[in-house]
C-alpha cells in the first residue's frame, strides 16, 4: 500500500525528483522506479506522481509559459532549481486540476527558498503570479502572503 504524505512534502520530493531529472534523460516512468528503489527518505506517492505526470505530459506548453513570462532572460540562463520549481507550479497551476493556484504558488516560493539562492524565490513568486493573472486563476492571499 502507498504513503500518502502531507502535500507539502509530496511536491518537495516530486521537485527531487525532477531536479535530479536535470542531469540526465530518464524516461519518467524508469525515474520514479529507481526512486523508490533507491531514495526511501524521499518517496514518491500518488500526488507527487500527479505533479510531474502534469509537467511531463504538458512539458512544451508548460515550458512556453515560462518563456512567455521571461523579460530580458532565457530559459537557458535561469538556475536548475528555478526552473524546475517553475515547471511544476505551472503544471500544477495549469493542469493539476485542482485550482488552488495560490497553493502551488506559496509552496514553489518555499521550495525556492530552501533550495535556491538568496533571492532567487521573489523572481519565481512573480513569474508564477503573472501566469496566474493570464489565465484568470485567483492566486489570492496565498502568493501575496509569500511575498512577505
Known sequence: ???ILPRREARENAFLLAFSQTFGDI????AIINHEENDEEHPVDGFSKHLLNAYYDHSAEVDDEIRAHLRNWTMERLPRVSLTV????IAEM???????PGVAIN???ELTKKYGADEDYQFVNGLLGAVARDHGLDAGAAAEQAEQ
Not at 524516461?27 to 524508469?30: C, F, Q, R, S, T
Not at 517553475?86 to 507550479?89: D, F, G, I, S, V
Not at 495549469?94 to 488552488?100: A, C, P, S, T, Y
Open 107 to 109: 509552496e514553489a516560493v
Open 1 to 3: 500500500m502507498e504513503n
Open 27 to 30: 524516461p519518467l516512468a524508469e
Open 94 to 100: 495549469l493542469f493539476g486540476g485542482e485550482n488552488k
Open 86 to 89: 517553475l515547471r511544476l507550479a
